[in-house]
C-alpha cells in the first residue's frame, strides 16, 4: 500500500510538472516533448505525457543510480583499476563501458515471443513469457575474453548489452554513461584516497531486472583531500568515523 500511494505522489508530481511546463517551455527533455505534442497531437495525449515524465524519473534515476553503486564497489574492490583512473583520468570513458559490462544495473528484462522461434535448441512458443538474462551475455566467454575478469583497459567491453540492442536500445544511454563518467572524474579528482568501509556486507534489491546494492559505505580521510577547498568542517563530518553512505 505504501509503495502504491509513493507511486501516486510521484504521479501527481509528473502531472502538475508536465502542466506547468505547457506554459512555460524550457530547454529542458519535456519542454521538447510538448513542442512535438503540439505538432502532432494525435500522438500524445495528456495521460502519454504524464506517463513519459514518470518513466524520466525513474528509469533515468533507479538505474544509473543502481549503476553507480556496482561501479564504485567493483573500482574499489580492484584497487590497481581505481588507482589508475586516479592517475590517468582519460581511461575512465573505458571504465564506464567496463562497469555498464561487467556490472550492470539492468541484467535481465522481459519479453514475450511473437511468434515461435529456436534459440540454442529449445522451442519458444507464440506468446511465450520470457525473462531475457543480458547480464549473462555481458559475461559470454565466445565475446569477451576472460569474460569474468574486470578489466578497464578491455578494448571491447563496449560490445555489452546493458542497454539492450536494436529498436529497445535505451534512449537515455548517452545520459547514463556521462553522469557514471562524471561520478568518477570528480570522486577520483577529490577522494583519490577514497576505500570501502572494512567488514561490511552487501545486500542488493530485490528485483529480477534492476541490480544494485542497497547501500555502500566508503571512507576517506578529509587531510589528505587534494582539491583546494575540500578541507573543512563539512569534509570531516562524513570522513573515516562514521563511514559515509554512498550509493
Known amino acids: 500500500m505504501r509503495l502504491v500511494e509513493e507511486v501516486g505522489a510521484c504521479w501527481r508530481y509528473c502531472k502538475r510538472h508536465v502542466d506547468r511546463l505547457k506554459d512555460n517551455l524550457g530547454d529542458g527533455v519535456m519542454s521538447d516533448i510538448l513542442r512535438k505534442s503540439r505538432e502532432h ?5 495528456d495521460a502519454y505525457l504524464y506517463m513519459l515524465c514518470l518513466s524520466f524519473v525513474l528509469a533515468g534515476h533507479e538505474t544509473t543510480s543502481h549503476v553507480a553503486g556496482n561501479g564504485f564497489r567493483v573500482l574499489l574492490e580492484h584497487r590497481d583499476a581505481w588507482e589508475a583512473l586516479c592517475a590517468d ?20 528484462w522481459r519479453r514475450r515471443a511473437t511468434r515461435p522461434v529456436e534459440v540454442g535448441g529449445v522451442r519458444i512458443p507464440e506468446g511465450a513469457k520470457l525473462l531475457v538474462v543480458t547480464g549473462s551475455a555481458n559475461h559470454d566467454g565466445a565475446v569477451f575474453s576472460d569474460a569474468e575478469r574486470f578489466d578497464i583497459h578491455r578494448e571491447d567491453a563496449d560490445r555489452h548489452l546493458a542497454f539492450g540492442h536494436g529498436r529497445h536500445f535505451c534512449l537515455g544511454a548517452p ?13 577520483t579528482r577529490r577522494l583519490p584516497h577514497l576505500e570501502l568501509t572494512p567488514g561490511q556486507g552487501f545486500r542488493y534489491v530485490p528485483n529480477t531486472s534492476f541490480r544494485g546494492p542497497e547501500h555502500v559505505w566508503v571512507q576517506w580521510d578529509p587531510a589528505k583531500n587534494p582539491a583546494p577547498g575540500d578541507v573543512g568542517p563539512c569534509s570531516a563530518s562524513t570522513s573515516v568515523s562514521p563511514p559515509t553512505r554512498f550509493t
Do not use: G
Open 41 to 45: 497531437p494525435d500522438l500524445f495525449d
Open 89 to 108: 583520468p582519460s581511461l575512465i570513458p573505458a571504465a564506464v563501458e567496463e562497469i555498464l559490462r561487467h556490472q550492470s544495473s539492468v541484467p535481465a
Open 175 to 187: 545520459l547514463a554513461r556521462m553522469e557514471l563518467r562524471v561520478f568518477l572524474e570528480e570522486v
